[in-house]
């Protein structure tokens, strides 16, 4: 049954977490056109008959989730995944808001591009999609991009996406020419000469597997510099995904002197590392590389410590023809809107964050980050809600996912909690059924 | 195919050959064995033996390789088995086919052999599971070249006696070369000692994992080595600078007599080929009393034989 943005509803007795109030207890949480009205601790309160009642005993109810690395094929590569697809895949995970990436063809990098991400999703999306536009002219890494047009348009922020900007001079241009308009720069962190020849992780590993490696040097090197040009400029930045635990050493650095940083991670570092790859598989080959489990757990710290604030999806649809290919020949990226949230909680079952840091990293950080609407279910908030039971266990089979493209890292994983109501604006946009 | 050799490759329990990395040593001796047999057979006036007649194999090289793909041609056709070469590095692979579409191409003819070469590392495992009938690495990017290891490993045994106990120097672009991998994981299988010679920027990270000792100076690591192994100079891999120049290359790892002094008298000296002489090897030792290298061609064929005829037992139909 799908519940009316019109009608009042009530989302009773379930756990709710919202990290922005630092609450974490059982209660009702009441919509009522489209926004949370109130917030019942207890959840023994009845209420009219006019209101739709949802049992939401044994569940946890918390602000849907953002996800703040999403790349979507439109325009340019419609057959991977678009606007529609890519929000149905978004709903079925639990995620309300999708920051989409400028990698497209053409690339988000004119104000007119951005109107058009906004029309597009406004007609065919049914989460909120805000785009990130380019820091650079066709993400090249040398002009830099209309960044105050772009901001009008209603890019929430700046990236050159799977790009790295290595000329360090445009790199401070942009951070303290973005300041100007209240600019945040997402960066990912890569140097593309060092990291060239390499297709995974550097180490015993690829050279066992007769691979190319990328050191973590290739990373950190970047994340350097770019710390300095913030402390230089006092530019605001994001480290989009690190992987590696001098990175966040780095990051924790760079907090430390009080400068304007921030650092995501992608669900594919927390939760897997570079021996996954077996016998040379593709679906496992990204960009930066999965790295060893040393690293992996140096990210869990550094997630549960604060160092990083946010965990990201990075999903990057990629089809057959792209990944049919020798590890060493096949394109990077691994789709997971659908498997942010049951990864992440593989963390929690273990013990290794607690609820509140997974809703906080998937959720009210990224929002706060990036200035927008959501990220918490405080009163007169717009109802944006994830509603999952923390412990059914379950099996992925990747024929049922709703992305178009099929490139996921947990072909068969086992994972234990699952969606079962995902609202956006009051609307329910999500049920879980077992048919 | 003999009792004896048909009982030894009952012992060979792979359907393909795609590494030396899964053989046992039992696996890896009963290969040489069988490859010991051939080597007679090819030195017969006739040459045939009946073992795979009617059946087809293919070489399907995705790169180049005149000398590797004539030996398994020979292996293949001495069996009597009916061999076609493709070569597809120019054409469908440009027309924007992929390794898997190929496969299916090839898995509709029904061959029974398919030996395959490709510039990827994992390139031909992954098409092995694609494909119905047995396949046999014949090189993978800077992966594996189990062949070329059997046949140096067969060389050896040939003209020293055993392989257990030697020391094996393998010496120069180890980074980018299939053949030192191969080799390092065959050798210390069967308990020789390896270890590796080259320039630091030709050292591929995590190597002392694999080799336990790792030397960048050729009068160091040959020192008392009963084996001498040359790689290739592989400067089509090299994207980047990885050596100053050729010439200061032959300088201090090239093999010539005064490094060669620092092995131990009589020392094997072993290259894969093809040779670029003057750069890795000076044409005189190459060309001297202690060089294998044209045995090892010979016994190249004998290992592919031994190969074809070890998967020929788990063929369907028998």
Redesign the interface.
Known sequence: MMADSNKPTVLKGGRIVDPARHIDAVGDLIIIDGRVAATEAGGNESYPGTFETIDCRGAVVAPGLVDMRVFVGEPGFEHRETFASASHAAAAGGITTIVTMPDTEPPIDEPALVDFVHRRARDTAIVNVHPMAALTKGLAGEEMAELGLLREAGAVAFTDGRNTVTNARVMRRILTYAQSVDGLIVHHTEDPDLA??GVMN????????????V?REAEVIVVERDLRLVALTGGRYHAAQISCADSAAAIAAAKGRGLAVTAGVSINHLTLNENDIG??RTFFKMSPPLRSEDDRMAMVAALAEGTIDVVVSSHDPQDV?TK??????AADGAIGLETLLPAILRLVHSGDIDLSTAIRALSTRPAEILGIEAGTLRTGARADVVVFAPDTPWILDETKMRSRAKNTPFEGARFQGRVLRTMVAGLTRYTYSDT | MSAESSKEAAIYSHRHLLGIERLTPEEIVTLLDLADEAVGVSRQVEKKKAVLRGRTQINLFFEASTRTQSSFEIAGKRLGADVMNMSVASSSVKKGETLIDTAATLNAMHPDLLVVRHHAAGAVALLARKVECSVVNAGDGAHEHPTQALLDALTIRRNIGRIEGLTVAICGDVLHSRVARSNILLLSALNARVRVVAPPTLLPVGIENMVPEVFTSMKEGLKDADVVMMLRLQRERMSGSFIPSVREYFRYYGLDQEKLDYAKPGALVMHPGPMNRGVEIDPAIADGPQSVINEQVEMGVAVRMAVLEALAAHLPNR
Not at chain 1, 324 to 329: D, G, I, S
């Open positions: 060239r020849a550097e180490g015993e590993t690829a050279t066992r597997l007769g691979l190319g490696g050191p016998a040379y023809e049919r290919h020798p590890f060493a020949e």
